[in-house]
């Protein structure tokens, strides 16, 4: 199996979603022994916004590229080679604002691109990224898989839209939550080690 595992934590060791996003891993690893492992820290070399050169060259034939545009898709070709090559994607989300954290936005800008990862049809668009299991490692302050606070969590519903219309349907999403709770925060990501199935 090969595994992708994406951090978009800038807190390193501290870092809730990159705890579980590891234990994810090494769960994978002791099923699948023999499998490899990509880890892109997106936060240590993030991935540009998208500026007007990133656009075009997304858009632009082959055969037309100048050299700007040729450097300027790079970023989106390595990164979606590597997705396509992987059987396994983990994503660790802190959860920022109610979303996600910024590098993580600029690396999916950077895959979702037509005639690559998802094509419009006749009959409607079709996500191009196929056969793949993805699991999401989402750590927030407070608790949004259960009670008030649900429908304020834009990290799980975003992500599996946009993973979706890419082709990415299977997605299993384990959550440390409540972080910031004094009630909740010494047990929250030792049950979500515990409720990792894969
Ligand atoms: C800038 C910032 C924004 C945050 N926004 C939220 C939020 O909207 N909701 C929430 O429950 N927690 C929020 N938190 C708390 C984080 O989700 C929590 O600390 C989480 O553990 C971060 O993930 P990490 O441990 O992988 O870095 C925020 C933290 C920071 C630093």
């Known amino acids: 199996m090969k595994i992708l595992h994406l951090i978009s934590s800038p807190r390193g060791e501290a870092s809730f979603s990159i705890k579980l996003g590891n234990a994810i891993v090494e769960k994978l690893q002791a ?3 023999g499998s490899s492992l990509i880890t892109h820290n997106l936060t ?14 997304f858009f632009t ?11 300027a898709v790079k ?5 979606i080679t590597e997705l396509k090559n992987a059987d396994a994607i983990v994503i660790g989300v802190p959860m920022y604002n109610f ?14 691109r037509a005639g690559q990862t998802f094509s419009y049809s006749e009959n409607g668009p079709e996500g191009l990224v ?11 302050g407070g608790v949004y898989s259960e009670g008030p606070m649900k429908v304020y969590d834009f990290t799980e519903s975003y992500l599996r839209s946009v993973l979706g219309f890419l082709g ?19 047990e929250a ?4 080690v515990e409720s990792i199935i894969l």
Do not use: C, Q
């Open 168 to 186: 990415m349907v299977d997605v299993s999403v384990f959550r440390a939550e409540g972080l910031n709770m004094p009630n909740l925060k010494d």
């Open 99 to 112: 979303g996600i954290h910024s590098t993580l936005k600029a690396w999916l800008d950077h895959i979702a």
């Open 44 to 57: 240590d070399s993030p991935f540009p916004h998208l500026e007007e050169v990133h656009i075009n060259s």
């Open 189 to 192: 990501l030792g049950k979500a």
């Open 61 to 71: 034939p082959l055969e037309n590229y100048t050299p700007e545009l040729a450097e």
């Open 75 to 79: 970023h989106s070709n390595e990164a």
């Open 31 to 33: 099923a699948n022994p």
């Open 130 to 140: 196929k056969n793949k299991k993805v699991y999401l490692a989402i750590s927030s």
